[in-house]
């Protein structure tokens, strides 16, 4: 195992993942690099698509590129707080309550089809995803590191699911689309699972530890205060907007920070430029945006929100 020290092992660490998850998912270099960045800055990714274009197979090939434990949980209407968080269960020999860990405790989660299931089970991943660790019967235990959560939904199913509450949405980092192949690129994955799934084959391109040392380095990219003015007044400017009920909140801000620094050191550099922040603000905040009625009559969207901040902020020099 390589030891990451600087930011030369650390993009190299990252390009060796993102080759690997290309085995078996072609043409969506961009959304794997998303999703690498959320695992660089110890974020969680929400997963939106259409039905069968590969967001279940991205997660399981990100989860056997980095050597991890991996659970998957398939969320259905059925399921309870307590398969996610765990339990406490009487143990009649030694008379004491033990505590019996939950699918949650593993490094990568895959909350698959995360809005078919209650709001009540729903909500039993929010102190994981922001504090690490879940409480049972008012004890905490911690979850393993790194740890990442990545929830997929279909966008277009509306019977027999619940919306993510804005509470929940917050905590997910980004949002990220896969979108329908080129007809290039549907050839050449034909052709890839021709002998089999590739998935099968896929062997760990790094390990937990090199993860964990790669969100270390991202802390230190130098952030000037031009450059937090700016994701301030970006942040501020969806919170004003007059076709906007809710904008985006601090912690957005926060994430966005985190994404530039992130992008940053991902292209060898040891600041964050506004393009970092340019390139990383969709992402980051449109699925934060809550319009008004009369807006979404009017076909404007929240990344239409975010592209007019962008336009109309003024950028550091």
């Not at 659970?71 to 008379?95: E, H, L, V, W, Y």
């Not at 078919?116 to 922001?130: A, H, W």
Request: hydrophobic content about 40%; charged content about 20%.
């Amino acid at each position: 195992m390589i030891t990451i020290k600087n930011t030369e092992q650390a993009v190299t660490c990252l390009k060796h993942i993102l080759h690997n998850v290309e085995k078996v998912i072609v043409g969506k270099r961009d959304s794997i690099e998303l999703v690498l960045m959320t695992l660089a800055c110890r974020g969680h990714a929400l997963i939106e698509d259409v039905p069968g274009v590969g967001k279940t197979s991205m997660v399981s090939a990100l989860a056997r590129s980095v050597n991890g434990s991996f659970k998957r949980i398939q969320f259905t209407p059925d399921i309870m707080p307590s398969d996610i968080t765990g339990f406490s269960a009487f143990n009649p020999r030694t008379g004491d309550f033990e505590y019996r860990p939950g699918a949650v405790m593993s490094q990568f989660i895959l909350a698959d089809e995360i809005n078919r299931t209650s709001p009540k089970t729903q909500s039993s991943l929010l102190e994981v995803m922001e504090e690490n660790q879940v409480t049972v019967d008012g004890n905490s235990y911690p979850v393993p590191e790194p740890f990442i959560v990545l929830a997929t939904q279909n966008p277009v199913e509306y019977l027999g699911t619940y919306p993510l509450p804005e509470a929940q949405l917050d905590r997910f980092f980004m949002k990220i689309s896969l979108g329908y192949p080129t007809a290039e690129e549907e050839s050449r994955m034909m052709e890839r699972f021709r002998e089999g799934n590739p998935m099968t084959t896929l062997a760990p391109a790094a390990e937990g530890e090199s993860i964990i040392a790669i969100q270390k380095l991202v802390e230190h990219v130098y952030v000037s205060g031009e450059i937090n003015n700016f994701i301030v007044n970006i942040t501020r400017y969806t919170r004003e907007h007059s076709d906007v009920v809710l904008g985006a909140s601090p912690r957005a801000s926060l994430c966005l920070f985190k994404a530039a620094q992130a992008w940053a050191l991902y292209n060898e550099r040891d600041f964050v430029a506004p393009d970092d922040v340019l390139k990383m603000a969709p992402h980051v905040l449109e699925h934060r945006i809550i319009l008004k009625q009369e807006a979404k009559l009017r076909k404007t969207t929240a990344l239409d929100i975010v592209k007019g901040a962008l336009a109309t902020v003024a950028a550091p020099l």
